[in-house]
Every structure is written in C-alpha cells, then in structure tokens.
Antibody, heavy 115, light 108 residues
Framework: EVQLVQSGAEVKKPGESLKISCRAS????????IAWVRQMPGKGLEWMGN????????IYSPAFQGQVTISADKSISTAFLQWNSLKASDTAMYYC????????WGQGTLVTVSS | DVVLTQTPHSLSVTPGQPASMSCKSS???????????FYWYLQKPGQSPQLLIY???NRFSGVPDRFAGSGSGTDFTLKISRVEAEDVGVYYC?????FGQGTKLEIK
C-alpha cells in the first residue's frame, strides 16, 4: 500500500527556520516525483515544486523559487520542505503528493507562524 | 501559466440526484504524446485531497463508477450520476500543476 506520512504540526516564530518531512512507503521511492502543495487557511491548492528522488532534480513554481528548498534522502525514502526564515504568510497546510498525477497524498503538515 | 476556471463556485444537490461541474483551461491539455493530462480531485472536509480522475476520463483506483470525467482540449466536465452524502467537499481540477479555484458540493 502506497503511503506518504508527513511530520507533525509546527508552531514557529517569524524569522525561524523549519524543515518538514514526507516519508514514503509501499513503492520504490526513487522512481516517482514527489510534489509539495500549499493550502493557505480557507483557500485552494497551490503547487510549490517537485523533486525526483533518484537524482534530486528539483523543479520549483516561480511563486516559490527562492522561498523554500525541496530535498530528499533516498536512504530513508523521505522528502523534505524547508524554510530558512519563516514569515507569518507561510502559515498554511502543506501536503506532499506522489507523481505528476498527484495520485497519493500525505495527511498534511500544518505550519503556524506567529509572534 | 495555465489558468483554470471552474464553474459553478458551489453546488447544492439532493442525494440521489446528478451533479455536474465544469473546468475551462487557458491552454490545451493535449500532450504531443497523445494523452490529455487533466485531473480531478476531491477534498473532503478536514481531509487531504484525493485523486478521482486522471488523464481527463480515467477513474483512479477505488473511485466509484458514479464519477465520470469527460472533455478534451480546454473544456472538461466532472459528473456524478447519483450524489451521495460522502461526496461533499471541494472539487479541484488540475493541469500542469495549476489548480482551479474549486467547486464546493453540498448536500440539500
């Protein structure tokens, strides 16, 4: 069974750094893209970027380029999304999803940034 | 960038009745490989989105056959033949990682 299990909710202050994770199981991690999708409170879905774990090739949405870093560790079948300096506007639910079809989704990680 | 426009914004349907929603794209979803890369998702309240339809008209694994996707080029439709209470939520279309703004389905 394909599963994407994300790390737990985070509460951070503006300016702090953060790295959230998405652990994959039930398929060969290195053979499928992993995407990250943002959903701000009460809003729709926004694609942030993708990573191909086999070689860590990444593609970013122009809206998120330079704002976040996507990475992956093949040895633990886990993808990551990180921020160096959080802003209040980064408060959102973040989802990982598999493949360009986004066929399987993680349960989401709620990130709250507040002073 | 692909812009997807979903209509209606919301839909209120009596259980057992059909429902239909539309998504119009600013760019053709037909790829040079002959496939149409267009998707529909349902986000039930408090849950992650789930894939319903891939490549415009194929039901994903486990999706009931009351859901049907159709369309080509820039115009696509999702139909539910007989709405059930568990179908409530927001339906999103997606093409080339651009999402529509969603259609919210409620039960009367």
């Amino acid at each position: 069974e394909v599963q994407l299990v994300q790390s737990g909710a985070e509460v951070k202050k503006p300016g702090e750094s953060l790295k959230i994770s998405c652990r994959a199981s039930g398929y060969s991690f290195t053979t499928s893209w992993i995407a990250w999708v943002r959903q701000m409170p009460g809003k729709g879905l926004e694609w942030m970027g993708n990573i191909f774990p086999a070689d860590s090739e990444t593609i970013y949405s122009p809206a998120f380029q330079g704002q976040v870093t996507i990475s992956a560790d093949k040895s633990i079948s886990t993808a990551f999304l990180q921020w160096n300096s959080l802003k209040a506007s980064d408060t959102a639910m973040y989802y990982c999803a598999r493949r360009s079809s986004l066929d399987y989704w993680g349960q989401g990680t709620l990130v709250t940034v507040s002073s | 960038d692909v812009v997807l426009t979903q209509t209606p914004h919301s839909l209120s349907v009596t259980p057992g009745q059909p429902a239909s929603m539309s998504c119009k794209s600013s760019h053709s979803a037909l790829h040079s490989d002959g496939k149409t890369y267009f998707y529909w998702y349902l986000q039930k309240p408090g849950q992650s989105p789930q894939l319903l339809i891939y490549e415009a008209s194929n039901r994903f694994s486990g999706v009931p056959d009351r859901f049907a996707g159709s369309g080509s080029g820039t115009d696509f439709t999702l139909k539910i033949s007989r709405v059930e209470a568990e179908d409530v939520g927001v339906y999103y279309c997606m093409q080339r990682y651009s999402f529509g703004q969603g259609t919210k389905l409620e039960i009367k």
